[in-house]
């Protein structure tokens, strides 16, 4: 089984500062990584993905994520916010191979940009 | 634009009085998922199908069904609901990709209230 965990829980951040979402899993077998964000009242939508090959893998909005397997993370990144970024972050795994078409999250992280 | 519908987006029902929830999809996605999410937690998958096979998750409460008539469609129905049931309700798709990964597309989700 995969386990999924999101060291913070809330990050405030001020305008056009840098951010850092934290990921870390647990897995016994290689994994696919997500992260998804979701605005209020709203559904997920994919940010990025790692399944394979360069472990720096770039998404929507300004995002990115590196994959480093020997600390089993996937931390989310962006130099610059907006105030159009406060969501809250979900980091989710699957495993790679096989019946992967479940997806195990963590519990999300609450990203507030401020003016 | 291929996608994930849910209707309605917003949905009042009285405590104990059945409800349906809808799902539709253009994605023509061979998995559907249903998850519920409580405010300021993760998705918790409910059930899903692989194609026409129903897998339902081990601590999904017998007063959730599930029906899938065609590829296209999927509903959610709470046979009693209760104020703990309380949520708002994801519908999600997959197929599998060239990659070899299941990606979760999400709908944005019917807010359901239980008076």
């Known amino acids: 089984a995969q386990s999924v965990t999101q060291l913070d829980s809330q990050v405030p951040v001020f305008e056009e500062a840098p951010v850092e979402l934290r990921c870390n899993y647990s897995?016994?077998?290689?994994?696919?990584l997500f992260w998804y964000v979701q605005y209020p009242n709203q559904g997920l939508q994919l940010l990025l993905k790692?399944?394979?090959?360069?472990?720096l893998v770039k998404g929507i909005n300004g995002f990115e994520a590196e994959f480093n397997k020997s600390q089993t993370s996937f931390h989310l990144r962006k130099p610059s916010v907006h105030i159009s970024d406060t969501a809250e972050y979900f980091c989710?795994?699957?495993?790679?191979?096989?019946?992967?078409?479940?997806?195990?999250f963590g519990k999300g992280t609450l990203l507030t940009v401020n003016p | 634009d291929a996608m994930v519908i849910q209707n309605p987006r917003y949905q009042v029902t009285q405590f104990g009085k059945p409800v349906t929830l809808s799902c539709s999809q253009t994605l023509n996605h061979n998995v559907m998922y249903w998850y519920q999410q409580k405010s300021s937690q993760a998705p918790k998958l409910l059930f899903h199908?692989?194609?026409?096979?129903?897998?339902n998750e081990a601590d999904t409460p017998d007063n959730f069904q599930s029906r899938r008539p065609n590829t296209s469609f999927c509903f959610l129905d709470i046979r009693s609901p209760g104020l703990g049931d309380a949520a708002m309700y994801l519908c999600a798709t997959s197929a599998l990709g060239p990659s070899g990964a299941y990606e979760q597309y999400f709908g944005p989700g019917t807010r359901l209230t239980v008076t």
């Open positions: 989710a795994v699957s495993r790679s191979g096989g019946s992967n078409y479940k997806l195990t």
């Open positions: 897995s016994s077998v290689s994994v696919y």
């Open positions: 199908y692989y194609d026409k096979d129903f897998n």
């Open positions: 790692y399944l394979s090959g360069s472990t």
